[in-house]
């Protein structure tokens, strides 16, 4: 097997707005047979709408495209496109200039499926020949053509923990809330890069988890704009169904469209329901979501695939012998809780591996 650590970029171009692409396969026909030569590769996206199941999910679902579509379109049932989110309101976009704001595009259900159904934008797979390693695009295809994606596979053979350290994460006293990571004020990423550089890792990975105490959290690499976390993600928390609700309304005047009377219609009528009492009477949105939290029972961290543990690409792109963290222009490591924290404080564990 080959020693040093060896890695390949690809130039990857999405054949639908929705595609599943077999980055192994594709390693294969440029790289020849490099995977076989390392024990483990990681697979890093740039992207904060593309990204890969983990390994050992990838398994349960048979490493086959006929599984991973499918489970990944019941997600897009849940986040319809044009569903009025905020994140594609582009008058309220502030950031953004006029002539971004005409080329912007409206994807917020996109994002809310790749959080939602444990996406990442980083992973670690055990080499198996012959075995797809799948990049999952949600918007590779937009109003002006295909986007044009990059995957970054870092192949190597071991690891050792290069530094394990804790940081203590202040939060708000809000129920529902995210916290940004990269957030030059927290310090955070910052602090990551001391350790790095003090540790001279030049390949690697850092890893970010909850701490095992910590409950009603979790994390995502994601997008972190305004209207997307604070509306958006912040409203599929108190009620997974809002939007799918919002799509399908006509469904509902018209009971006769729908064939038989699931379990998962019967929620999806009771929360629309609950909607049209706001509407009709005025009711307070606090009141609607308690009564909603007490009949029905499915809760964040069950209902969405909200990860622990987000990682990092640690890499020496210019090959000068130090190594710093990688992310892609929009990528921001992401704290998101939905009940409030003791003492306003969230703990993470940040473990630094290296590559041999």
């Known amino acids: 097997m080959s ?18 692409i077999d980055v192994a396969h594709r390693l294969a026909q440029e790289c020849g047979d ?77 994002h809310l499926t790749f959080i939602s159904s444990g996406l990442k934008n980083c992973v670690t797979y055990v080499n198996r020949p012959g075995k797809p ?18 995957t970054r596979v870092l192949a190597y053979n071991d690891e050792e923990v290069a530094h394990r350290g804790s940081f203590a994460m202040p939060v708000s006293r809000h129920l529902i809330d995210s916290v940004n990571l990269k957030d030059p004020r927290l310090g955070f990423i910052e602090q990551i890069e001391a350790w790095v550089a003090r540790c001279s890792v030049e390949k690697g990975r850092v890893d970010i ?38 799509q399908s309304r006509h469904m509902l005047r018209d009971p006769k469209t729908i064939p038989s009377k699931t379990i998962n219609y019967a929620k999806y009528d009771f929360v ?14 606090s009141v609607v979501e308690k009564i909603l939290s007490t009949f029905i029972r499915v809760p964040a ?20 012998g130090r190594g710093r ?4 222009t929009y990528q921001s490591p992401i704290l998101v809780q939905w009940q409030q924290a003791e003492q306003q404080m969230r703990h993470l564990e940040i473990t630094i591996t290296r590559f041999k």
């Open 272 to 285: 629309h329901f609950f909607n049209e009492l706001i509407d009709a009477f005025g009711i307070s949105e």
């Open 34 to 110: 490099l995977l076989s030569q390392y024990r483990k590769a990681l697979y890093c996206s740039y992207h904060t709408t593309a990204g890969y199941l983990e390994q050992s999910f990838c398994a349960r679902l048979k490493h086959s495209r006929e599984h991973v579509a499918p489970f990944i379109r019941a997600f897009q049932k849940l986040f319809p496109p044009e569903a009025n989110y905020h994140h594609d309101q582009m008058e309220f976009r502030t950031e953004l200039t006029e002539d971004q704001r005409k080329c912007e595009p409206r994807n917020g259900d996109s």
């Open 325 to 328: 963290v990688v992310q892609g």
């Open 3 to 20: 020693s040093q650590p060896k890695e390949v970029t690809l130039a990857l171009v999405p054949r639908a707005r929705f595609d599943v």
């Open 301 to 320: 961290e069950r209902f969405l695939r909200m990860k622990r543990q987000v990682s990092l690409l640690i890499t020496d792109e210019k090959g000068e």
């Open 133 to 150: 390693v799948y990049f999952i695009d949600l918007d590779g295809i937009h109003e002006t053509g295909s986007r044009k994606r990059q």
């Open 209 to 246: 988890a909850l701490h095992p105490s910590e409950r009603h959290a979790g994390l995502t690499v994601n997008e972190y704009e305004t209207l997307l976390m604070r509306h958006d993600l912040a409203e599929v928390l108190k009620n997974p169904f809002k939007f799918m609700a919002m």
